[in-house]
T-cell receptor, first 115, second 108 residues
C-alpha cells in the first residue's frame, strides 16, 4: 500500500528535551512538508522540502529542525527552543511543489504533549 | 502574507440539505485551490481540487472558483451524517496556505 506513515502516534516530552518525529512516504513524491495544528486552528507550515538535501523554512520554523537525506524520509526535530510545542504535527507529501501536482496528501499525524 | 479566510462556523444542516462553504484568499496570483475534510482527531483528507474558473463536480461535492472575486466555495449536496467534519480550504502557490476551517454538523 502506498502512503505516508508517521511515528509515533502519541509523544510526550519533558521540558528541555529534544524529540524527533518520523515521516516516511512510499509515494515517490518529490516534495514533503511539516505542519503544526493547534486546537480549533488551521495548519501552519513549519518546513518544506522540494528535493533531497534541500529544505526551506515555513512560517513558524523557529525551534524546529529537519533533514532530507532520502527522498522518502523527512524527520522533524522539536528542540528545547520551541517554547510551546504541544500540538498535532502533520507530515504531507506532494508530487511537486505547486500547481498541477501540488495537491498534498497527509500522514496520520503525531500528537505531541509537553509534560 | 497570504491569507485564506473561511466562513466562521459551526454550520449545522439537516440531513439531505445542501451545505455551502465559502473561502476567500488575498493573493490574486494564486493558481490552485483545494478542499480538505478533517474528522476530529484525524489528518486532513483531500476531497476536491480546482484550478480553473467555474464549477467542478465530483459526486455530491461541487467546487466553484471565481478568480476575479478571489473566491472559492464548496457545496455538499444531499448532506449525510458522515459529512460532519471540519472542512479546510487551501490555496497553493509554492506552498499551501490553509484557512482555519469550517465545522459542519449534519443533523439526522
Amino acid at each position: 500500500d502506498g502512503g505516508i506513515t508517521q511515528s509515533p502516534k502519541y509523544l510526550f516530552r519533558k521540558e528541555g528535551q529534544n524529540v524527533t518525529l518520523s515521516c516516511e512516504q512510499n509515494l515517490n513524491h518529490d516534495a514533503m512538508y511539516w505542519y503544526r495544528q493547534d486546537p480549533g486552528q488551521g495548519l501552519r507550515l513549519i518546513y518544506y522540502s522540494q528535493i533531497v538535501n534541500d529544505f526551506q523554512k515555513g512560517d513558524i520554523a523557529e525551534g524546529y529542525s529537519v533533514s532530507r537525506e532520502k527522498k522518502e524520509s523527512f524527520p522533524l526535530t522539536v528542540t528545547s527552543a520551541q517554547k510551546n510545542p504541544t500540538a498535532f504535527y502533520l507530515c504531507a507529501s506532494s508530487p511537486g511543489l505547486a500547481g498541477v501536482g501540488g495537491e498534498q496528501f497527509f500522514g496520520p499525524g503525531t500528537r505531541l504533549t509537553v509534560l | 502574507q497570504k491569507e485564506v479566510e473561511q466562513n466562521s462556523g459551526p454550520l449545522s444542516v439537516p440531513e439531505g440539505a445542501i451545505a455551502s462553504l465559502n473561502c476567500t484568499y488575498s493573493d490574486r496570483g494564486s493558481q490552485s485551490f483545494f478542499w480538505y475534510r478533517q474528522y476530529s482527531g484525524k489528518s486532513p483528507e483531500l476531497i476536491m481540487f480546482i484550478y480553473s474558473n467555474g464549477d467542478k463536480e465530483d459526486g455530491r461535492f461541487t467546487a466553484q472558483l471565481n478568480k476575479a472575486s478571489q473566491y472559492v466555495s464548496l457545496l455538499i449536496r444531499d448532506s449525510q451524517p458522515s459529512d460532519s467534519a471540519t472542512y479546510l480550504c487551501a490555496v497553493n502557490d509554492y506552498k499551501l496556505s490553509f484557512g482555519a476551517g469550517t465545522t459542519v454538523t449534519v443533523r439526522a
